[in-house]
């Protein structure tokens, strides 16, 4: 607590002499949730297609064996 006092101190003073820009603070972030969400939106279904078009199919030839305990 002692080593941020200075920070709080300043903080309190800009937001109480309105120098805080709030909405500007917070504009980079709001753009790359939308960035984000609309990689996801493509991502998320390209991945899932490609797992199911590339998924492995068991031999039909071969025969299952019961395996033994070990001794």
Do not use: N, S, Y
């Not at 960035?35 to 279904?45: D, E, F, S, T, Y």
């Not at 991945?47 to 071969?62: E, L, M, N, S």
């Amino acid at each position: 607590m002692v080593l941020i006092w200075p920070l709080v101190l300043w903080r309190w003073v800009v937001v109480e002499t309105g120098r805080d820009k709030w909405p500007l603070r917070h504009r980079p972030p709001r753009k790359a949730h939308g960035i984000a969400a609309l990689a996801l939106a493509v991502c998320i279904p390209a991945i899932i297609i490609t797992g199911i078009a590339i998924k492995q199919v068991w031999p039909a030839d071969v025969a299952p064996q019961q395996l033994e305990a070990p001794e």
